[in-house]
C-alpha cells in the first residue's frame, strides 16, 4: 500500500482548555478561611513562590531564609535549585508555623503521628479544603491552580515574562505564557483600566 488513507481525512480541531486561576477576591476568601497556623503559612506559601506540590513537600525549614525574604526551591523535574521571594506576610505566617523547630525537619508535617514529612496527596487535599472552606467552588483549587494565580497576579503587577519565567522555574518564558498567563475578562479589564 503506497497511499496514506488519512491524507484526505481533515484533522480534528482541538479546544484548548481554558487556563483558570483564582480571581483576586476568591484570594482574599480563603485567607480570611484559613484556621490553623499550618494553613496560614501553606497557602501564603503557594501564593506568593509558585511553587509546585512536589516542591512544597520537599521543603525543610532549613530551606526558608526568613531574614532575607527568600526560599531555595529545588526542583525534581531539573534537578536544580531556584530562589523563591517571600511576601512579609508570608514571612510573618511561616514564622509563627515554624516557631522554634530546628533547621533539618521537614517544613510541613503531618497532623498525626508519627508527624512526619507531609506528602503531596496531603498537601493536595489541604490547598483544595482551604479553598472549598473559602467558598471556592466554580474550580478545583490545585496546588497548580495557585501556581497559576501567582504567575498571572505577578504578570499583571510587573509586565515582566522574563521574571515570572524564572520565579517559575521554566526554561523558556514562552512556556509560561503558553501554560500560566491567564488571559480573562478580569485580566482584560484591568489592562483596560491602567490605560482608560
Avoid at 78 to 106: E, F, H, K, Q, S
Avoid at 124 to 142: D, Q
Amino acid at each position: 500500500m503506497q497511499d496514506n488513507i488519512v491524507d484526505g481525512v481533515d484533522k480534528v480541531k482541538q479546544i484548548k482548555k481554558k487556563k483558570v486561576r483564582l480571581t483576586d477576591e476568591e484570594v482574599e476568601t480563603i485567607r480570611y478561611a484559613l484556621q490553623t497556623p499550618k494553613e496560614k503559612a501553606l497557602f501564603e506559601l503557594m501564593i506568593c513562590t509558585g511553587m509546585r506540590v512536589g516542591e512544597i513537600s520537599y521543603l525543610n525549614v532549613s530551606d526558608i531564609d526568613l531574614t532575607n525574604k527568600q526560599v531555595s526551591i529545588y526542583a525534581e523535574k531539573t534537578d536544580t535549585y531556584r530562589t523563591g521571594m517571600l511576601t512579609p506576610v508570608a514571612v510573618m505566617a511561616l514564622r509563627n508555623y515554624i516557631g522554634d523547630r530546628p533547621g533539618t525537619d521537614p517544613l510541613f508535617l503531618a497532623d498525626r503521628a508519627p508527624y512526619n514529612r507531609m506528602r503531596e496527596y496531603g498537601i493536595e487535599k489541604l490547598a483544595k479544603e482551604m479553598a472549598v472552606r473559602g467558598g471556592v467552588t466554580r474550580i478545583t483549587a490545585t496546588v497548580h491552580v495557585y501556581r497559576k494565580t501567582f504567575a498571572s497576579v505577578l504578570y499583571r503587577k510587573t509586565g515582566d515574562v522574563l521574571l515570572v519565567s524564572k520565579l517559575l522555574g521554566h526554561a523558556k518564558p514562552d512556556m509560561t505564557v503558553q501554560y500560566y498567563l491567564i488571559d480573562d475578562i478580569e485580566e482584560m479589564q484591568h489592562k483596560y483600566n491602567r490605560v482608560a
